[in-house]
C-alpha cells in the first residue's frame, strides 16, 4: 500500500479503519418541491465521514487513534488530512488516489433532524489488502473500529484481521444495508447498530422496547457477544450473550443539530473500552458524550475535549464528571 506517511513506534490503541467525508451542511425550513427553488437560512461546510468522526471523537478525549481512510488527491483531502493530525491521530496508515474525496451534503431542518447523502468518492479506494498491508500497526491497538461506508469487502477483511490477532471489533453497521452478513456480524465483540440499522439487519420491527429486544436477539444468536442499540431520543439498549439487559436512559436536551451524535456516541465508548472501562459505565459515558454533541451545531465541530466534557457534566452536578477516563 502506497502511504503518505510514515510515524515509527507511535503509541496507539484504537485503529479505526473507514470513511472519511467534507460535511456540506445547510440548515433548512423546509425540503423545495420538484422544480422550486428556495432559500436556505445557513450553510456549514466541516470534517465528516462516520469514520472519522468516530476516530476523532476517541482521539479529543484522549485515545491515541490510528487511521485507515483513503483520501482524494483534491482539497478536500489535502484539508482532511490536515485535520486528523491536528486531532492527534497517527496518519501512517491514510492512503490517497487520484480522484475526488468524500462528500456528504446534509440537510438539517428547524427540528434539528438531518437527512444525509453521501457520495464515497475515495473512500472506495480503501481495499482488503490495505487492511493486510497494515496489519503490523494494527496489531499494537487493542481495539478495530469500523462502520460501512467502505467497501463491504474491505470492512471483511479489518473484522477477519481482528480475529487473527486477537483484537476485538466493533462494528458500527451504518448506513443501513441488507448487504451484510450476519455471518461478518457474528465475529465482532461489540455490534452498535440504530434502531432502523437493526431492523434492516434482522428483518425485525424495533418500534417498541420488545421488538428491540427481539431484533437484538437474533444478533446473540447469530454469535455477537454484545448488542447495544442507539435509538435517540429513546435511550440505548445493551444486550449479551451472558445476560445483560441494560437500559440506559437519555439525556434531556434541547437538541440544536443531531448530525454526527451516533459518531460522538461510538468515539466516546470506543475510548472508554480502550481504557479498560466496563461496558455499562462506557455506555452512560457515551450516552452524555452524544447529547453534548448534539447542543451545536456540526459533526466533528460539535465534538468536545475531555476537559470540555468533564465540565458540562460537572456543571449539571453528574456524578459521571468523576469517571477516570475523563482524568488522565
Ligand atoms: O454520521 C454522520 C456522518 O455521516 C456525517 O459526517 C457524514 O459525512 C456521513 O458520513
Redesign the pocket.
Known amino acids: 500500500m502506497q502511504t503518505l506517511w510514515f510515524q515509527e513506534e507511535w503509541p496507539v490503541s484504537i485503529t479505526v479503519i473507514g ?1 472519511n ?1 467534507t ?1 456540506l451542511i445547510t440548515y433548512i425550513t423546509r425540503f423545495p418541491v420538484e422544480g422550486e427553488t428556495i432559500e436556505a437560512p445557513d450553510f456549514e461546510i466541516g470534517f ?3 469514520g472519522a ?1 468516530q476516530a476523532v471523537a476517541a482521539a479529543r478525549l484522549g485515545s491515541e487513534v490510528i487511521m485507515m481512510t483513503c483520501v482524494g488527491d483534491d482539497a478536500f483531502g489535502a484539508a482532511t488530512i490536515e485535520n486528523l493530525a491536528h486531532n492527534g491521530i497517527d496518519l501512517s496508515l491514510v492512503k490517497q488516489v487520484h480522484g475526488t474525496s ?1 462528500v ?1 451534503p ?1 440537510f438539517v431542518d428547524p427540528d434539528s433532524h438531518n437527512r ?1 447523502i ?1 457520495v464515497k468518492g475515495a473512500n472506495n479506494g480503501l481495499l482488503p489488502e490495505d487492511v493486510e498491508a497494515g496489519a503490523h500497526a494494527i496489531s499494537k491497538t487493542s481495539l478495530i473500529v469500523c462502520q460501512l ?1 467502505i467497501r463491504m469487502e474491505t470492512v471483511a477483511a479489518a473484522i477477519a484481521l481482528g480475529k487473527r490477532l486477537g483484537i476485538p471489533v466493533l462494528l458500527n453497521p ?1 448506513p443501513a444495508t441488507k448487504d451484510l452478513d450476519l455471518e461478518l456480524v457474528a465475529q465482532c465483540a461489540y455490534v452498535m447498530p440504530n434502531e432502523s440499522e437493526l431492523e434492516l439487519l434482522t428483518g425485525i420491527a424495533t418500534e417498541t422496547e420488545e421488538q428491540v429486544k427481539r431484533a437484538a436477539q437474533v444478533l446473540l444468536e447469530a454469535g455477537c457477544p454484545n448488542v447495544i442499540v442507539t435509538l435517540g431520543s429513546r435511550g440505548v439498549r445493551w444486550l449479551s450473550h451472558t445476560g445483560d439487559d441494560v437500559f440506559i436512559a437519555p439525556f434531556s436536551i434541547d437538541p440544536v443539530d443531531t ?2 451524535a ?2 460522538a456516541f461510538i468515539g466516546c465508548f470506543a475510548h472508554c473500552l480502550s481504557e479498560g472501562l466496563e461496558v455499562r459505565e462506557g455506555l452512560e459515558l457515551a450516552n452524555a458524550y452524544a447529547a453534548l454533541s448534539v447542543t451545536a451545531r456540526g ?1 466533528q465541530k460539535s465534538y468536545r475535549d475531555a476537559q470540555e466534557f468533564r465540565s458540562w457534566l460537572s456543571d449539571r452536578d453528574h456524578v459521571l464528571a468523576e469517571s477516570p477516563v475523563l482524568h488522565r
Open positions: 470513511s467525508n460535511d465528516g465521514g462516520k468522526n468524500g456528504a446534509i444525509i453521501i461506508e451504518a448530525t454526527g451516533g459518531d459533526t
